[in-house]
Every structure is written in structure tokens, then in C-alpha cells.
């Protein structure tokens, strides 16, 4: 059975910085396209970025303050939130593709990231 985890959300303060983390068990994340999609209350799913075969992708609202990468020997994708806005608040959640493949078949859960003074 496959499982995405996220993990690294929390509560930080506008102007802060946090350090988000998809790990898999049952795949191995560096054969995937990976991706990070967050959800506001209220509003439409996002992509926020996505690395693939050493390229990296950044939503407009999001460029210049995050970063996505990926740790081989750990098998995790993390994503880097710098600068965060009240505007980033929402659940993140990391999605794997195959290379192959235009859809993500994989979900985690997702992580609440909350940006508030």
C-alpha cells in the first residue's frame, strides 16, 4: 500500500519561514514527479510546485519564497517556505505522478500551515 506523508506545518508568524516534508512508503519518490498543492478555506485546490526530473515549477504566488527539492538517500521531497504571508494559509498537501503520466496518483493527507500574528 502506498502512503504520502506531509509533515512540517504548524503556526508561524508572518515574515517567518517553514519547512514542509513529503515522505512515501511503498514507492520510491525518486521514480515520481512531485508536487505540492495547498487549500484555502473557501477556495479552489492550488499547485503550488512541483520538481521533476531536476526541474523545478513555482506558482507566480510563490516565487522568489519557495523552494522545492528533493533528498535522494532520504527518499523525501521538502518544500521551503520563506517570507510566508497570511495569504499562504492553508492545508499542503504532496502529490506523486509517475514521469509518464499527466495525473497525480498518489495523495498524502496534507499539513496545515497557518501564517498569523
Known amino acids: 500500500q502506498v502512503q504520502l506523508v506531509e509533515s512540517g506545518g504548524g503556526l508561524v508568524q508572518p515574515g517567518g519561514s517553514l519547512r514542509l516534508s513529503c515522505a512515501a512508503s511503498g514507492i520510491s519518490l525518486t521514480r515520481y514527479s512531485v508536487a505540492w498543492f495547498r487549500q484555502a478555506p473557501g477556495k479552489e485546490r492550488e499547485g503550488v510546485s512541483c520538481?521533476?526530473?531536476?526541474?523545478?515549477y513555482y506558482a507566480d504566488s510563490v516565487k522568489g519564497r519557495f523552494t522545492v527539492s528533493r533528498d535522494k538517500t532520504q527518499d523525501t521531497v521538502y518544500l521551503q517556505m520563506n517570507s510566508l504571508k497570511s495569504e499562504d494559509t492553508a492545508v499542503y498537501s504532496c502529490a506523486a505522478r509517475p514521469v509518464f503520466s499527466s495525473q497525480y496518483k498518489y495523495w498524502g493527507q496534507g499539513t496545515q500551515v497557518t501564517v498569523s500574528s
Open positions: 520538481i521533476r526530473d531536476g526541474s523545478t
